[in-house]
């Protein structure tokens, strides 16, 4: 008798990436099951809106068909009510708040890495895995640990750094260790993805109608009305223009502010309190530090230590004194960072190890 | 004995669909002679006319009807839709233009109802409760001279529950209303004969007796008044346009032909039926059965497993070979709770751990055994994983 194949739940949206990841499971001889989280109710969905993210119906069609062809079990779970609660809701709060939320951690927080750790352990797997780019290694205590994926330019560490440190020995990342045009090479040879897709980019359930329209659609217009305001240069005080709501507005924006001025200003702050946009020059968006809270550890950070510190996901990451706080983490950058936003994620690495982060507030 | 195999598929789902019928698999190349139009003249037509003819009269004998009281339809929500919209526009302009109908319907049933109610149609919906009674006060109250027509299913999908048609056909006609049936879920697991349960429509599919998909047949009394859903070339008398589905209706014949094995079969599912809850109930703590001490078909066991999640329960047997279902089939895709369960009584948490296993024809014993054996493994497993996650989920933690 052989000896039983590692079990292994991979979560498929239908694009290239989760795709060819469970095409790499089979290859390597795990025993695979897939899975499609349905996070968002379609029926309200333009069907042609959705193409190209990750949560349109279609999303869940090719996810199948790409399944299909690799003959291996495939589920819809409804994740709907909790993808409301733990993605919708305070993706929407934020916005009401002056906030720029992230709500793809929210997402890999309570559902990627918690419900269908569930599932994981409910249908006898060993592993789950996904199509993010990152990798599991170990640190030299021999634990599973996160670090980044060897594409630079794609890696999604920054998305996971709420991850329960002890379910990192659970997690498979297959094309973690491959570059997004190697990925794509594999998934053309293996004619996995019926549909020509982009990359899914920006947030999956706003989709290309941007984030103004959607929140227009979710929250009442009255609520909304509560949330204009005017808006002021910075630091003089000068009113410069209304608003019809903070939630139009993020730090270090500069197009779009609603208003003609002969030299280019940018959002300096959004003062949730008073519903005010301070507007001003560039050299005012630079921050040498910064307050994390709600703050999570995958691996151990000494106080105190210089780390290398991300702000938002497409930011290189710079160097940061990191010190303990009673909330979190108070973070020294070595050279002052442009647009630190509330509501994203100080995320910290040392080399190319995850080790954590928290959630930037000022 | 060996718990699981992994390259054994168990179908336990005979109330989704039903595999072809082995004896009428072997027959299927017999049908290409019949490839042409019954419609026609000529001498391509009279193969396939003579299709309809015999079929039509096999099945007419089967429900103990007249073969022209039988009209072929692409399946039952086709044949429950064409008897709502043709009683609606008959009546919608007479005093006579209520519905009663029950809350354990199938969708093509009550969503059909639902439009025609908001065309102006008043629809009367009467529950069924957990033991499988009938609220027969609320219809009585609403059974009057104004009801149209009374449509109760005559054996529900998910529970088996049969309700006493023929008593409720009784009522409906001493006030002059016209009694439809939906007895799609009974053909094949109870001998059905109309003439006992003394109906004026009723519904049936082909694909829930062991024969093929897109066929059904709508049962309309001699006398009846029926308009067409679908206009065409005069096919069906004019009852039913579009050219016939001469597969799917000489597939439907060949069964109708074997209907005389329905009670046979019907007596040995029973035993294995009462042997798979027994045994259940034996060695799985906390179960109950929906409808366990109602009539009920002898083929359906809706279980309800506390503190398992029946979509989870689902994947998990899916993974070993055996299918079974959480509710209807059409549910399968989103696993919302069943909305006929709910209707029931059972509460939120019960319809999401019910699971619907139903027995057929080609069930055997050893499957059965193989069946309860996995179940017990399952159930066990996770339950344990629900107890060591009884924190709750980040989510619930974080609040």
């Known amino acids: 008798m052989s000896e039983k194949k590692p079990r292994v739940l991979v979560a498929m949206s239908g694009g290239v990436d989760s795709s060819v ?61 909790k993808f409301k609660t733990a993605v919708i809701d305070p993706f929407l709060k934020a916005y009401l708040e002056g906030q720029t939320p992230l709500p793809c951690v929210n997402c890999n927080t309570y559902l990627k890495f918690d419900h269908l750790i569930r599932k994981m352990k409910e249908l006898e797997c060993d592993y789950l895995a996904t199509g993010h780019y990152a990798q599991i290694v170990p640190n030299e205590k021999g634990e599973a640990r996160i ?55 920006g947030i999956c359930f706003v989709g290309n109608k941007g984030y103004g329209t959607f929140i227009e659609e979710q929250v009442d217009s009255k609520i909304l009305a509560q949330r204009a305001g005017v808006i002021r240069r ?116 040392r080399g190319r190890q995850l080790l954590g982060g928290g959630w930037i507030t000022l | 004995m060996k718990i699981e195999n992994k390259f054994a598929k168990i179908y336990l789902d005979f109330n989704a669909t039903t595999p072809l019928d082995s004896g009428l698999a072997l027959k299927l190349p ?8 019954p419609s026609s003249i000529h001498w391509a037509g009279q193969g396939p006319k003579k299709v309809l003819r015999e079929s039509r009269k096999a099945i007419a004998e089967a429900l103990q009807v007249s073969p022209l009281e039988l009209i072929f339809t692409s399946g039952g929500s086709e044949a429950n839709n064409t008897v709502f919209q043709s009683v609606f526009e008959a009546s919608r302009n007479s005093q006579r233009n209520e519905f009663i109908t029950t809350a354990i319907e199938h969708p093509s049933v009550l969503k059909c109802l639902s439009h025609l109610q908001q065309l102006g149609a008043v629809v009367h919906v009467i529950s069924v409760d957990r033991s499988g009674q009938l609220d027969w006060s609320h219809f009585e109250k609403v059974l009057s001279p104004k ?181 209807a089939a059409c549910s399968s895709g989103s696993p919302e709770p069943s909305p006929v369960l709910l209707s029931l009584g059972l509460s939120r948490e019960e319809a999401q751990s019910s699971l619907r296993v139903s ?25 344990a994983l629900q107890i060591q996650n009884s924190t709750g989920s980040r989510l619930e933690a974080s609040r």
């Open chain 2, 147 to 327: 009801t149209a027509l009374v449509s109760m299913m005559l054996a529900n999908n998910e529970t088996g529950l049969v309700l006493p048609i023929r008593e409720i056909a009784d009522r409906a006609h001493s006030l002059g209303a016209k009694m439809h049936t939906d007895a799609v879920q009974a053909l094949g697991k109870i001998p059905v004969n109309l003439s006992d349960l003394d109906v004026d429509f009723a519904s049936f599919s082909a694909h829930k007796f062991y024969s093929l998909k897109g066929c059904g047949v709508l049962f309309s009394k001699k006398g009846n008044e029926l308009r067409p859903l679908i206009f065409g070339g005069g096919q069906e008398r004019h009852r039913r346009g579009g050219t016939e589905n001469t597969l799917g209706i000489w597939a439907f014949g060949y069964m109708a032909s074997k209907a005389s094995e329905i009670q046979k079969q019907a007596e040995r599912i029973s035993a294995l039926r009462d042997r798979l809850e027994t045994e259940i109930q034996n060695h799985i703590p906390q179960v109950t059965i929906t409808h366990a001490h109602a009539p009920r078909l002898p083929n359906t066991s809706s279980l309800v497993l506390a503190g398992v999640d029946g979509e989870t329960l689902l994947m998990s047997l899916d993974v070993k070979g055996f299918a079974v279902s959480t509710g």
């Open chain 1, 234 to 349: 910075y630091p003089s005080g000068e009113t410069m223009a209304e608003h019809a709501g903070i939630h139009h507005f993020t730090y270090g924006q500069s197009k779009g502010l609603g208003m003609s001025h002969h030299e280019k200003l940018f959002v300096i702050k959004i003062d949730p309190e008073t519903n005010t946009v301070w507007v001003g020059d560039e050299n005012y968006l630079y921050r040498s530090n910064v307050d994390v809270v709600d703050a999570h550890l995958i691996d151990q950070v000494e106080d105190g230590e210089i780390l290398e510190v991300k702000i938002r996901y497409a930011h290189k990451g710079s160097k940061a004194r990191v010190k303990k706080t009673e909330k979190g983490f108070h973070f020294e950058f070595l050279e002052p960072q442009r647009a630190v936003t509330p509501g994203q994620a100080a995320v910290m690495y």
């Open chain 2, 30 to 37: 017999e049908f290409l002679q019949f490839w042409g139009n």
């Open chain 2, 359 to 383: 027995l057929g024809w080609s069930t055997t014993f050893e499957q059965i055994e193989n069946f309860i054996l996995t179940l017990k493994s399952v159930v066990e497993r996770l339950r």
């Open chain 1, 21 to 81: 990841a469970a095409a790499l499971l089979v290859d390597q001889g795990y025993d695979v099951i897939g899975a499609t989280m349905q996070v968002w109710d379609y029926s309200s969905c333009d069907i042609e809106e959705g193409n190209g993210t990750c949560c349109s119906s279609l999303d869940v069609d090719d996810a199948r068909s790409v399944a299909d062809r690799l003959g291996i079990p495939f589920y819809v779970l409804n994740c709907e009510a």
């Open chain 1, 147 to 201: 670090f980044t994926s060897t594409d630079d330019w794609k890696d999604q560490t920054y998305f996971l750094f709420t991850i329960e440190p002890e379910i990192v020995k659970h997690l498979l990342f297959p094309v973690g260790h491959l570059k997004k045009p190697e990925v794509r090479k594999i998934e053309k040879e293996k004619e996995l993805v019926v549909a020509k897709k982009k990359d899914s980019q």
